[in-house]
């Protein structure tokens, strides 16, 4: 479980440029981390990427938080 | 400056798209020819750009099927290891007058012109993203912007086109991914080859500069689209039509 929080977080650090201590399973990626649409895209592509996996567009689209995004790996895994 | 970049161009078998092929690998570029249906045309395409010294294979996929286009992508990008320039090119005619026009030749132009350039944006958009670097050019036409009598399935799906590049261009911009059309005019192509003398001398007689277009008029704009020297040119759709539409 923390291990996929964290593979999670670095990812998100890197990509959204923000405060690790910012990142908990309740932050929304656009309300809490300053994404934009096309960033929370990105990061899917990544997440795919970095965990070996596919998430369909219907998906993807229920990814709102950090912990959403960490539930759906751990849920696929 | 193009040299070494990696393009895939639709429908590039024949036409404008054989045209753009042979620029851009004039140019360096090392090529994905896509076709629908001549393999032996394709093939002599990929031939004759490999004489130029670039790398080239042909794929055949049917631009209008998602399945077909993200395994082409997936090849492409598995070759060449990168993907810097879609052409979306490919396209096809089934003019008849709006009352006699079936649904089903609506729908195969509409298919082909434009929901081929919305699944081939969208399957390469991922690539592009990563590498933060990306050209899209899509080929509409300028009975896009005019309207033509006869046409009103394709002037449909080229109008679309040329509204898919601006929200394309819009939301690919922050990642360096530009997005422009160009609208030929009346080109020699096969297409323009079934017009009849009396339909051709009709059209010269619109066109200020009194001739048809080349293939090469066409190519040597996408290359210029394709390049650094258009770095700051995102969203707009470059007339090649000879001042017939302005």
Do not use: W
């Not at chain 2, 008849?96 to 919305?118: P, S």
């Amino acid at each position: 479980m923390a291990d996929v929080f964290d593979r999670v977080k670095t990812i998100i650090i890197d990509r959204l440029d923000v405060e690790e201590s910012k990142i908990t399973m309740e932050a929304s990626f656009k309300d809490d981390l300053e994404a934009d649409s096309l960033d929370v895209v990105e990061l899917v592509m990544e997440l795919e990427d970095e965990f070996d996996l596919e998430i369909a567009d219907e998906e993807a689209e229920n990814i709102n938080t950090v912990g959403d995004a960490v539930n759906y790996i751990n849920s696929k895994q | 400056m193009l040299k070494g970049k990696n393009a895939l161009i639709t429908g590039a078998s024949r036409g404008i798209g054989r045209a753009i092929a042979l620029e851009l690998a004039k140019n360096g570029v090392n090529l994905v020819i896509n076709y629908a249906g001549n393999e032996a045309k394709a093939q002599s395409v990929v031939e004759e750009v490999e004489q130029l010294g670039v790398k080239a294979f042909k794929v055949q996929a049917d631009v209008a099927n998602e399945t077909e286009v993200k395994a082409m992508i997936k090849e492409a990008i598995n070759e060449f290891g990168s993907l810097d320039i879609l052409v979306n090119n490919a396209g096809i005619t089934k003019d008849n007058l709006l009352m006699r026009m079936k649904e089903e030749e609506f729908d195969q132009v509409i298919n082909t012109n434009l929901k081929g350039a919305f699944i081939c944006t969208k399957a390469v958009t991922r690539q592009m993203m990563k590498q933060k670097a990306g050209r899209i050019i899509n080929v509409a036409s300028i009975v896009g912007v005019s309207g033509n009598p006869g046409q009103a399935n394709y002037v449909a799906a080229k109008a679309g086109v040329i509204g898919l590049t601006k929200s394309t261009a819009k939301e690919l911009a922050s990642r360096n991914i530009l997005v422009n059309a160009v609208a030929p005019g009346f080109i020699a192509t096969d297409m323009t080859d079934v017009m009849t003398e009396e339909q051709r001398e009709r059209t010269l007689a619109m066109i200020p500069l009194a001739a048809l277009g080349k293939p090469e008029d066409v190519a040597r704009v996408v290359r210029f689209l394709a390049s650094e020297d258009a770095n700051y040119i995102t969203g707009q759709t470059i007339h090649i039509d000879g001042g017939m539409v302005m």
